[in-house]
């Protein structure tokens, strides 16, 4: 079948081009390193330090002591300091000389209160200039509350009492030192892994112009190949040159640079593997559009960075709309929505409209090849 | 017939490029297309072979309709552009396959094939070679190999020597008359007129898009078959010479290239010779050489058109 000859020619060829293979290859390779170095600080995750607290108890109930155990497990106790002071005067004077950020106080009557369902607080208080040490203690003491009145809903619905161990709010939050979000190097390999795969496009154009236009596409055309074998065929050896290419810089990532590329391998394939498709489907409408080999790799040489740098890809931008226009969103959004557990609703929207331009440019190209000799 | 054109007409803006072309081809037969640059015949092959679609007529090639047809017409035809057109980057032998794959050869049957067109052209040795090693010649040879890979019907050869050795160029003839005796009808283009005297049976003289004359090499001369040609080698010509002789009875033309004077004439009595020698004498032009010659397609070309066939 002359798609398997085409399809086997455009690959050789490619891969024998060292110069522009390793090119290709390289660009991204040194972009993942000088910009995942160079710009590490803008990604950086500030860890949260300790937060100093003073801490009275005056209730002896069973709520209160509660509320003591929940200060005491090992999740909250990475992110306050607790000491527990005798009376409310030394607490206010610790908050006072800034010896503490907070004073933690629950009243005598205070589980008496809850149980009785009536509202009662844990009072805190705080210094002026506490900044988001400040915030940290009402979260963490928000989330006892919260809790709280869970397990007694629960325990007013008939349910046994669930305690403290249902407590695992804190546990959830990403805020913690261990969040899982990206560094600048698992952010730039994803980004120019997507500029590697785009660059397929211009492989696409040159072998398409090659093939179109000139003695050899004039050769090529006489001789009983079909349009769509030609057009396949090249778009095959394009597709599996370009994806020797992603696997070699994804292995580097992963490998040398220690990338964070999630755990679905398979997910990710299937995105780089739509956008490839996408990129080298583009490349051929160009080429055989612009009947000119070096106005089409012109073109896509300035549109692909273009692109790349409207999604975000070299600098971390919010061009909120317009970030849908370029391809490059798309695949990217696919992407960290996979590895950092985000809306797979959002990328199969993106991997959707992947598919849709590729259909259209496809349905253009085969026409327009149609059409290039009159 | 393998090839019949009709009328054929193809008009590029308010060009005609091609002009109500009548052209019909034996099998076997090995027919040349003669004419200057512009002259038309590649827009011809160019529409034999569907790269260009012709504003009207009606091309057959073995009995079927190019318009109709295209693909399987173009199954019998074997192209060997003016243009090399090979891929550089792909061995002399990588590059026989692919072409062979593209007209369905496979297996066992390619590689025989493939194995002929390169012992045929002579790149057997050099098979493994990337063409981007190889002289012009070589890489004129492999175009023709990827052409004859499928062993075609017709082959079509549109200037298939320019720039090439004369290694090369013996090569390349020798290859096209046995092309012809192993069964393949073949078109041969050229501006060189002693290739074309050499291996074609047939010949139309294009020009301006019209063929101005078809026939055998004998039949086109037979055109001027009254009129000779001398060539007088001279140290001096001025254009007061040229003037007096062309007043003579009997020259057709007179024309001068690099002190040769070609003199195109119809000898109408026996002092004829003796006359124009005393009217060079007489302007002291002193003769170097004299060689008078039966006429030349060229000689044709230049009656029929009034210019030479490399202009």
């Known amino acids: 079948m002359n798609f398997f000859s085409v399809a086997y020619c455009t690959l050789i060829r490619n891969v024998r081009d060292k110069k522009s293979f390793i090119n290709k290859l390289l660009m991204p390779i040194v972009l993942i390193v000088i910009l995942g170095t160079a710009l590490s600080n803008v990604f950086a995750t500030d860890e949260l330090d300790q937060t100093k607290v003073a801490y009275l108890n005056t209730d002896q109930g069973e709520v209160s002591q509660n509320f003591t155990a929940f200060l005491d497990q090992k999740e909250v106790k990475e992110l306050l300091d607790v000491k527990i002071v005798k009376s409310l005067h030394k607490g206010k004077e610790l908050v006072e000389k800034g010896d503490v950020t907070s004073l933690i106080y629950i009243d005598p009557t205070y589980s008496a209160a809850i149980v009785e369902n009536k509202d009662k607080p844990i009072q805190v208080y705080s210094s002026n200039d506490g900044d988001y040490h400040i915030t940290v203690v009402n979260n963490i003491v928000d989330s006892f509350i919260q809790g709280a009145n869970t397990v007694q809903a629960v325990t007013a619905m008939g349910e046994k009492t669930v305690g403290l161990k249902s407590f695992d709010l804190v546990e959830d939050k990403t805020i913690t030192a261990s969040g899982n979000r990206p560094r600048a190097i698992d952010y730039y390999a994803v980004t120019m892994l997507i500029l590697c795969v785009m660059y397929g496009a211009i492989y696409s154009s040159e072998s398409m112009s090659e093939y179109y236009h000139g003695k050899l596409g004039e050769r090529i055309k006489i001789s009983p190949v079909s349009d769509w074998q030609l057009i396949a065929g090249q778009m095959f050896g394009i597709l599996i040159t370009n994806l020797l290419q992603i696997t070699i810089v994804f292995l580097i990532s992963k490998l040398v640079f220690n990338a964070n590329w999630g755990s679905n391998y398979l997910a990710i394939f299937g995105i780089v593997f739509s956008l490839s498709f996408m990129a080298t489907s583009i490349g051929a409408l160009v080429a055989i559009l612009t009947k000119d080999s070096m106005r089409a790799s012109g073109i896509l040489a300035i549109t692909i960075p273009i692109m790349t740098f409207i999604a975000g890809g070299y600098v971390k931008l919010d061009l909120e709309e317009l970030m849908y226009l370029s391809p490059n969103y798309l695949a990217q959004t696919a992407i960290f929505n996979n590895i950092y557990g985000g809306s797979a609703l959002q990328s199969q929207v993106c991997l959707s409209v992947i598919w849709a331009i590729t259909a259209c440019v496809i349905i253009s190209a085969f026409f327009a090849s149609r059409r290039r000799f009159v | 017939m393998v090839v019949e054109i009709e009328n054929l007409v193809k008009e590029f803006k308010e060009r005609k490029a091609v002009n109500n072309v009548n052209i019909s081809i034996k099998e076997g037969e090995i027919f040349g297309f003669l004419g200057p640059n512009g002259a038309g015949k590649t827009t011809t092959i160019n529409a034999l072979v569907g790269l260009t679609s012709p504003n009207s007529g009606s091309i057959r090639i073995l009995g079927d309709s190019t318009a109709k047809h295209r693909k399987k017409v173009n199954k019998n035809i074997g192209l060997v552009p003016q243009d090399i057109a090979i891929f550089e980057d792909l061995k002399a032998k990588e590059n026989v396959e692919f072409f062979g794959r593209l007209y369905g050869l496979r297996g066992t049957e390619l590689k025989e094939r493939v194995q002929a067109a390169l012992e045929f052209t002579g790149l057997w040795?050099?098979?493994?070679?990337?063409?981007?090693?190889?002289?012009?010649?070589?890489?004129?040879?492999?175009?023709?190999?990827?052409?004859?890979?499928?062993?075609?019907?017709?082959?079509?050869?549109?200037?298939?020597?320019?720039?090439?050795?004369?290694?090369?160029?013996?090569?390349?003839?020798?290859?096209?008359?046995?092309?012809?005796?192993?069964?393949?009808?073949?078109?041969?283009?050229?501006?060189?007129?002693?290739?074309v005297e050499e291996v074609c049976g047939n010949i139309a003289i294009m020009d301006n898009g019209e063929v101005i004359a078809q026939g055998t090499s004998d039949e086109l001369k037979k055109l001027i078959s009254s009129e000779k040609r001398m060539d007088i080698t001279l140290k001096k010509v001025t254009q007061y010479l040229i003037d007096e002789l062309n007043q003579i009875d009997g020259i057709k033309s007179c024309t001068v290239e690099n002190q040769i004077m070609t003199i195109l004439y119809e000898q109408k009595n026996d002092l004829f010779l003796s006359l124009v020698i005393e009217t060079i004498t007489k302007y002291n032009a002193e003769i170097i050489a004299i060689d008078v010659e039966n006429p030349s397609l060229e000689d044709v070309f230049l009656t029929l058109t009034g210019k030479k066939l490399r202009d």
Not at chain 2, 130 to 153: D, E, T, W
Not at chain 2, 163 to 174: A, E, F, K, M
Request: glycine content about 6%; some cysteine; overall charge positive.
């Open chain 2, 125 to 195: 040795d050099r098979r493994k070679e990337y063409p981007k090693k190889f002289s012009g010649g070589m890489k004129r040879r492999l175009n023709i190999a990827c052409a004859i890979v499928h062993q075609p019907k017709l082959i079509i050869m549109d200037e298939p020597t320019v720039g090439v050795d004369p290694q090369s160029r013996n090569h390349i003839l020798r290859s096209i008359v046995e092309l012809n005796k192993r069964g393949s009808t073949i078109i041969y283009t050229s501006h060189y007129m002693e290739e």
